[in-house]
T-cell receptor
Framework: SQQGEEDPQALSIQEGENATMNCSYKTSINNLQWYRQNSGRGLVHLILIRSNEREKHSGRLRVTLDTSKKSSSLLITASRAADTASYFCATDRGGNYKLSFGAGTTVTVRA | GAVVSQHPSWVICKSGTSVKIECRSLDFQATTMFWYRQFPKQSLMLMATSNEGSKATYEQGVEKDKFLINHASLTLSTLTVTSAHPEDSSFYIC?????????????FGPGTRLTVT
C-alpha cells in the first residue's frame, strides 16, 4: 500500500532552473529511495538515503531526509530537458524489503 | 547497474484468455522479485512478493487465483493473469532485489502494457 505523498503533483520549469519535490510518509523507515520514470517505461533508481542520514548528493541530485517530520526532498539542480519524467519516492520499512511508493511528481523541463 | 528484463513489452488479448509475463534478472541472482501494477498517471501498487522456491506473498486485495506467480529460478519470475478482463488492463512492472552486498535498491524491468479487449 502507498504510504507516501508527494508534492507538488506536477512541476513545470525552464531548462537551467532547479526543481524541488517533497515526499512525506507515515511510518518509521529503514531507508528512503527516489526513482525516475520516463513515460511508459520502467523505473530507474536515483538515490537512496538511510534513516540515519540527513543529506546525500549524487551529481545534480540532492536529497534530504528529516525523520522527525517524516519527510524527504529531492532537488535537481540545473535541470535539462532530459530530466522530464515522473519522480517517485519509495520507503523501505526494513525486514521484507518491500517498497511503498508515493504518488509521484511529474516534472516537465521546458527548453 | 543491474539489468532486469520483461517480456513481452506489450500484449493485447481477448477477455477470458490468460496472459503470462516474464521477469528476468540478467546479471544477478534474485531470491526476491516484486510485481507491481500501475494505472495511467498513478503510482505503483505492489501486488505480490515472489520468492524463489516458495509461494508468493500477495498484498491485501490482490486475488492470488487471478494473478498466478511462479518464481521458477533465481533469475526468473512469471506473472500469469488468468481469465483476463478489461479491468485487468494496466501496466505491470516487476523488480528484482540483488544480494544485500549490492545495496538495498531494487532494479526494475521496463514494464509490460496489457490491454484486454
Amino acid at each position: 500500500s502507498q504510504q507516501g505523498e508527494e508534492d507538488p503533483q506536477a512541476l513545470s520549469i525552464q531548462e537551467g532552473e532547479n526543481a524541488t519535490m517533497n515526499c512525506s510518509y507515515k511510518t518509521s523507515i529503514n531507508n528512503l529511495q527516489w526513482y525516475r520514470q520516463n513515460s511508459g517505461r520502467g523505473l530507474v533508481h536515483l538515490i537512496l538515503i538511510r534513516s540515519n542520514e540527513r543529506e546525500k548528493h549524487s551529481g545534480r541530485l540532492r536529497v534530504t531526509l528529516d525523520t522527525s517530520k517524516k519527510s524527504s526532498s529531492l532537488l535537481i539542480t540545473a535541470s535539462r530537458a532530459a530530466d522530464t519524467a515522473s519522480y517517485f519516492c519509495a520507503t523501505d520499512r526494513g525486514g521484507n524489503y518491500k517498497l511503498s511508493f508515493g504518488a509521484g511528481t511529474t516534472v516537465t523541463v521546458r527548453a | 547497474g543491474a539489468v532486469v528484463s520483461q517480456h513481452p513489452s506489450w500484449v493485447i488479448c481477448k477477455s477470458g484468455t490468460s496472459v503470462k509475463i516474464e521477469c528476468r534478472s540478467l546479471d544477478f541472482q534474485a531470491t526476491t522479485m516484486f510485481w507491481y501494477r500501475q494505472f495511467p498517471k498513478q503510482s505503483l501498487m505492489l501486488m505480490a512478493t515472489s520468492n524463489e522456491g516458495s509461494k508468493a506473498t500477495y498484498e491485501q486485495g490482490v486475488e492470488k487465483d487471478k494473478f498466478l506467480i511462479n518464481h521458477a529460478s533465481l533469475t526468473l519470475s512469471t506473472l500469469t493473469v488468468t481469465s483476463a478482463h478489461p479491468e485487468d488492463s494496466s501496466f505491470y512492472i516487476c523488480s528484482a532485489r540483488p544480494p544485500l552486498d549490492r545495496g538495498y535498491e531494487q532494479y526494475f524491468g521496463p514494464g509490460t502494457r496489457l490491454t484486454v479487449t
